[in-house]
């Protein structure tokens, strides 16, 4: 707070109308008041040497922005001053001039002058009001108020300045008087300044000295409570200190040091890597000069907890019997070829070379095939402890790397803590959807995953809150995915990807006879001589109540069924229950999902195509209708740019090839085409979907259906070539389940075939073609 000095009384009845500027950067004088100043500056410096010589009286104006070189013009400077005569000057060593300079009269500046090379203005000075009310009064009593409240909580203030506040008579001296001495910005103080009206003046200041005043006494009270938490702490410290010298006394041990024995003790045992010990050792020692009431100490002890519990060295056995692998494998999950061979490769190296490194494998597939159950299946036939992490939604770097110990609650990584929750260092370890990692200003997980999922760096992870290294070489990493392309290309490239396709309806009956009707069974208190369904109602649910690749909806409607037989047993109805077709709807409503394949596609211009999506393959219906117009192609159906460029380049090349196709030359003259994709509301993209919209179109436009049985995918170009497409085998099981004899493939992906089930490939005829006069020969009828 500044303090001002006593005023000399100075006569204002003639003062200059033209004053020279001296900027100001850091303060506020008021009339009045007294304000000592430094003037460095050599433009400000002649400004003051020149007034010196004449009359002494400048105009003091705060600088909206200081400028270094101090060229002010009107635009930098505010437009209220104060005129202030100079009392006393004084130069220094370094030329520089001291000035204590009184306030005198408000002014406004009207005109800046030209001529010298300081600023110059004509002013219009403002006076305040003689008038003097109630309200005027009880404002000036509050202030003083306030102020005295103030000067009280405010040890650098002294006593004598609230009496001279009291012996103020005018309002508006006593406003300027208050408004320089409490702590406020320049901006608030320069606000003041331009308040002309008494009145309104006062009511500003006081506002000002009641949130300074709010400051005071809030300081005051943290003052006093952290004087009494202190006395509190000192007065513990010495209980403590008594304490100690009596359990000394008495023989006994002191609590801090049984433990840090403990710690030592657990050290030795463990037989720590040396990096991990020569750590332990430092956190122990810093351990045994804390006190345990400090917050340091129980974060050292936690830290201690996990590097004497982590399982460096201790490792499970692993089962080596193949013969008995492949029956715990077989015996949990039906089918899942692949998968299941990897795994039995991996045991057999393991058998040949016991330290070889523990494989990164990557289930790759639609939800509900088997991905995760598969993982502890794999554990158990291993012989290992199981761990599962999901990352759904893991945006922070630290859940994967855990927190540096300087932060509050600091922990591990999820990494570090499922292997302390193992109790080994070589257990199956899932990293549970990893598709579906995210990123934001915390970090990118799926970085800090490179280094644990690749065998040539994990054996040296590094944990931001350990910080020494641990072996994770001797675990198994399994990561499950819908889609892989969402997962980052470093990533994805050390990962071995294993695909698990959709099931056949064959291998989902075999699938709930042997394993969802036991377990749904079990879970709602069921016998097995009280419910069982028939070959031909698990084919119903399958195909009128659930479409999907998986089979958790499959599962889900015998639960719905075990319920409702449950319940019949429960209230004394039945004894015992056999589900055939006609009792489905009794327990799941009517059949949701009807096939109306053939009876969509009995007219020209409607084509059937495929479609990937990450739950599985999907139909794709595909509608073409013309009407007379101006050669107008219109696309509907939520359609993606990619899939907009393939509608047209259907058209040209049909227009290209028109009389090859006995089609009429100018077909497009006179009409327009429009083509539909149903289901408007699901965006769509992809080129896929070329060969069955130009087959749709050649169609319409040669007034032929297409074979009803019939379905295709493909990427046309515009000179007929059929391309390769992604998603294959996920499309061929999509058309097995809707009923689809033939399928129009193109060549390249002939290859895909490898992994699709022999009984699919025996019900499908496959066409694989290159040209797309091949496909139109072959759907056409």
Known sequence: MTQPQTSIEIKTDKLPEILPILPMIDAVLFPKMVLPLLVIQERSIQLVDEAMSQNRIIGLVVAKEPIREGKYTKKDLHEVGTSALILKMAKTEDNKLQLLTQGMERFRVKEFIKGKPYPRARVEYVKDADKKDKEITALMSNLISQFTRVAELSP????????????????????????????????????????????????????LINYQLEILELGNKIQSQVKGDMDKRQRE?????????????????????????????????????????????????????????????????TYLDWLTTLPWHDSTKDNLDIKMAKKVLDNDHYGLKKPKKRVIEYLAVRKLKPE?????????????????????????????????????????????????????????????????????NNPVFMLDEIDKVGSDFRGDPSSALLEVLDPEQNFSFSDHYLDVPFDLSKVMFITTANILDTIPPALRDRMEVLQLLGYTLDEKIKIATKYLIP????????????????????????????????????????????????????????????????????????????????????????????AWTPTGGELLFIEATSMKGKKVLTLTGQLGDVMKESATAA???????????????????????????????????????????????????????????????????????????????????????????????????????????????????????????????????
């Open 237 to 301: 410290y010495y209980l403590r200190e008594q304490l100690k010298k009596i359990k000394e006394e008495l023989g006994e041990k002191d609590e801090a040091s049984v433990e840090v024995d403990d710690y030592r003790a657990k050290i030795e045992e463990k037989n720590l890597p040396e990096e991990a010990r020569k750590e332990a050792e430092r956190e122990l020692d810093r351990l045994s000069r804390m006190h345990p009431s400090s917050a340091e100490y129980t974060v050292a002890s």
């Open 651 to 781: 058209l040209s090349f049909i227009r290209t090839n028109a009389t090859s196709l006995k089609i009429d030359e100018d077909f497009f003259e006179n009409s327009d085409i429009h083509l539909h994709i149903p289901a408007g509301g699901i965006p769509k993209d992809g080129p896929s979907a070329g060969v069955t919209m130009l087959t749709a179109l050649v169609s319409l436009l040669t007034k032929k259906t297409i074979r009803k049985d019939l379905a295709m995918t493909g990427e046309i170009t515009l000179r007929g070539q059929v391309l390769p497409v992604g998603g294959v085998k996920e499309k061929v099981l999509a058309a097995h389940r809707s009923g689809i004899k033939i399928l129009i493939l193109p060549k390249q992906n002939e290859k895909d075939l490898e992994d699709i089930p022999e009984k699919v490939k025996k019900e499908i005829r496959f066409h694989f073609v290159d040209k797309m006069m091949d496909v139109l020969k072959i759907a056409l009828q």
């Open 356 to 424: 070889s490194k523990g494989p990164i494998l990557c289930f790759a597939g639609p939800p509900g095939t088997g991905k995760t159950s598969l993982g502890n299946s794999i554990a158990r036939a291993l012989g290992r402890k199981f761990v599962r992490i999901s990352l759904g939604g893991v945006r922070d770097e630290a859940e994967i790397r855990g927190h540096r110990r300087t932060y509050v609650g600091a922990l591990p990584g999820r990494i570090i803590q499922g292997i302390r929750r193992s109790g080994s």
């Open 156 to 207: 650098g203030l002294p006593p004598e300045i609230v009496t001279m506040a009291k012996s103020i008579q005018e309002p508006g001296i006593l406003a300027d008087m208050v408004a320089s001495t409490i702590n406020s910005s320049l901006e608030e103080k320069q606000a003041v300044l331009e308040i002309f009206d008494t009145k309104k003046r006062l009511k500003q200041v006081t506002r």
């Open 519 to 610: 377990r749904q069974r079990d879970a709602h208190g069921l016998k097995a001589n009280q419910i069982s369904f028939t070959k031909g109602a698990l084919k119903q649910i399958i195909t009128g109540y659930t479409r999907e690749a998986g089979l958790r909806n499959l599962e889900r409607e015998i639960a719905a069924v075990c319920r409702g037989v449950a319940a019949k047993i429960a209230e004394d109805e039945a004894v015992s229950s056999k589900i055939g077709i006609d009792d489905i709807p009794k327990y799941l409503g009517p059949i949701r999902l009807i096939s109306d394949v053939k009876s969509r596609i009995s007219t020209p211009g409607i084509a059937l195509g495929l």
